[in-house]
């Protein structure tokens, strides 16, 4: 069984399009991370929520928008994709919000924008 | 800002060698983590570390934490194929974010 999956595993797009990435844990955990990864290998957190709600917000654009349903997916939906935005975006979980709660990360999604 | 810088950037090796990598940084972290990720994948967490000088092993992988928790090395001995990946450092910071290196992408040659 697969604990964090996301879909889609490759995404190509268009400058200017609108695409969403959709993300989902079975781990029961309350906490939830969109991270981007760049071409040099950093990743680094975009947003994190706990239970539906928003509490990590790193500076990122205001096109991008995640949305929690429920405890189990967090979507990232991306508007007016620009070249900058390529990257592999990998979602992850954590049993809390503490830091020192294991993160378990899904396997990304290739994102090119072209 | 915290950085976390790791080297070697690239490492190349033969199977049976062995080796040590890097995590720098001029920040304190209150914990740090050590993650491995193959291609396609996402980070898995191999470690974390909280006390300063602490060691911690790992069947061949050994982890240190420095002792102003600012820097952690990971050595590996009798280097496997299996031990090939980008192995990524992450140190915890007093906001409760991890901060992550830019890796080390590591291959092990038969």
């Known amino acids: 069984d697969t604990a964090v999956s996301q879909t889609p595993k490759y995404l190509v797009t268009q400058m200017g399009n609108d695409k969403s990435i959709k993300c989902e844990q079975n781990?029961?955990?309350?906490?939830m991370y969109w991270y981007k990864q760049d071409s040099k290998k950093f990743l680094k957190i975009m947003f994190s929520?706990?239970?539906?709600?928003?509490?990590i917000n790193e500076t990122v654009p205001n096109r991008f928008s995640p949305k929690s349903p429920d405890k189990a997916h967090l979507n990232l939906h991306i508007n007016s994709l620009e070249l900058g935005d390529s990257a592999v975006y990998f979602c992850?979980?954590?049993?809390?919000?503490?830091?020192?709660?294991?993160?378990?990360f899904g396997p990304g999604t290739r994102l090119t924008v072209l | 800002t915290q950085l976390l810088e790791q080297s070697p950037q690239f490492l190349s090796i033969q199977e049976g060698e062995n080796l040590t990598v890097y995590c720098n940084s001029s920040?304190?972290?209150?914990?740090l983590q050590w993650y491995r990720q193959e291609p396609g994948e996402g980070p898995v967490l191999l470690v974390t570390?909280?006390?300063?000088?602490e060691v911690k092993k790992l069947k061949r992988l050994t982890f240190q934490f420095g002792d102003a928790r600012k820097d952690s090395s990971l050595h590996i001995t009798a280097a496997q194929t299996g031990d090939t990946g980008l192995y990524l450092c992450?140190?915890?910071?007093?906001?409760?974010?991890?901060?992550f290196g830019g890796g080390t992408r590591l291959m092990v040659k038969p």
């Open positions: 992850a979980s954590s049993r809390g919000p503490s830091g020192s709660d294991t993160q378990y």
């Open positions: 781990l029961g955990h309350d906490t």
């Open positions: 929520y706990n239970n539906k709600e928003l509490i």
């Open positions: 920040s304190v972290f209150s914990s």
């Open positions: 570390v909280v006390t300063g000088g």
């Open positions: 992450a140190g915890l910071n007093a906001g409760n974010m991890l901060t």
